[in-house]
């Protein structure tokens, strides 16, 4: 005998990381009686695998540059609400070129972002110690991008969720969602878990990679895939990366649409003093195999950018999977084909930066205000069926 909820509920959210998280705070802040429910722990999948990057500096003008500028703002508001809970850094983005034709098309590209909002400032090869003391003497030059941010994701999407149950929202861990459940007109009426039914009006698939088999229970095609990255964690050091840095090269991995194995160096430093070396990215289904060829990759990679991490050691790897989908735009709002079924999945290594603002557009879209940008770059139906 499945359980079923009292009181009655407004929402479920499908998913507690930190896409899910944002959804159920922003709904919960808008008075609306929300469950969150999730296989696994918080975090427990994409988010606890990921860095934390909050990046306006690889984005194009377009949708998702707009997401990330809406969520710029939205994380500096969070981190004034919420204090250091979640280690809310704003200590820039620095993108660097080892050529005088990456740098000529770093600058193009800041010049292209600069008309939609984004602030970036060019430093000469000559200039780009003073920023880092120990970055590599022979890079072309770079750009500083100030919007640039880090956080804790796991923090950020459990203290998400403490101020979401503080505002009366259910989170539910360790129940695995087997059924979207509909009425005869096919709108939505809830889900079923391995231990209980839970009534809604209204479900938001915030499942991230698994965010394809979540839509398929609800009778929709979502062509979300797993992409495989790995990040390397070193020993505790002093502040010897002061910015989130990165090759230009990484700009372009982001938007390749390439199965094979892509790495880039991208370094930054943490507050607890180890430094985290990234990034790969990969389509290999869900394989969670340790790749040494990527490891040796990411590690060379780093040390050319920072030659004072040549001689330190790695203490541990994590490896996760991004929700990808084909044309590098997250799931976000309203499924014009179920009624009440609501996505925000699909942000592939950007979901951590784009959280809070897909959180409040779906919690617009829930209580039926104007959201704040133009969701139709985002629908879900935008895929051909399969």
């Not at 922003?26 to 427990?44: H, Q, S």
């Not at 009426?189 to 839970?198: K, S």
């Not at 930066?353 to 409040?360: D, S």
Request: glycine share 12%.
């Amino acid at each position: 005998m499945l359980k079923t909820q009292r009181p009655p509920l407004d929402v479920v959210v499908v998913g507690a990381g930190v896409v899910g998280a944002a959804c159920a705070y922003y709904a919960a802040r808008a008075g609306l009686a929300v469950a969150v429910v999730d296989r696994g722990p918080v975090a427990g999948g994409t988010t606890g695998a990921g860095e934390g990057n909050l990046l306006v500096s690889d984005k194009e003008p377009g949708p998702e540059l707009d997401l990330a500028l809406l969520s710029t703002r939205l994380w500096r508001e969070l981190a004034d609400d919420f204090g250091t809970v979640m280690e809310y850094e704003p200590k820039g983005g620095v993108v660097v070129s080892s050529t005088r034709a990456g740098h000529e098309a770093l600058r193009a590209f800041a010049a292209q972002q600069a008309a939609a909002g984004v602030t970036a400032e060019e430093i000469p090869a000559d200039r780009l110690r003073e920023l880092e003391p120990h970055l590599s003497p022979d890079l072309a030059g770079g750009f500083h991008y100030p919007q640039d941010a880090q956080v804790q994701p796991a923090l950020a999407a459990a203290h998400l969720l403490r101020e979401a149950r503080r505002l009366g929202a259910q989170l539910i861990t360790g129940e695995t969602v087997r059924a979207v459940r509909r009425g005869s007109d096919g709108a939505v009426l809830g889900v079923e878990t391995d231990r209980r039914r839970l009534d809604a009006p209204a479900v938001v698939n915030a499942a991230g990679t698994w965010g394809g088999e979540l839509a398929g229970l609800a009778g929709v095609h979502l062509p979300v895939m797993p992409r495989r990255g790995f990040v390397l964690v070193t020993e505790p050091l002093p502040r010897i990366v002061r910015h989130k840095v990165y090759a230009a090269d990484y700009v372009a991995n982001v938007a390749s649409g390439s199965a094979g194995l892509q790495t880039s160096a991208v370094v930054e430093g943490t507050p607890g003093g180890p430094v985290l070396i990234g990034a790969s990215r990969e389509r290999v289904g869900f394989d969670r195999t340790l790749s040494h060829e990527v490891l040796h990759r990411l590690a060379a990679q780093a040390a050319e950018l920072f030659p004072v991490l040549a001689d330190v050691t790695v203490m541990r790897v994590y490896r996760g999977f991004r929700p990808y989908l084909p044309d590098h735009l997250p799931a976000i709002g309203a499924d014009p084909r179920v009624p009440g079924l609501y996505h925000a999945c699909g942000h592939e290594g950007a979901g951590i930066g784009l959280a809070p603002a897909t959180g409040l557009l779906i919690a617009e879209q829930l209580t039926g205000k104007q959201p704040e940008l133009d969701l139709a770059p985002f629908r879900a139906d935008r895929f051909p069926a399969a």
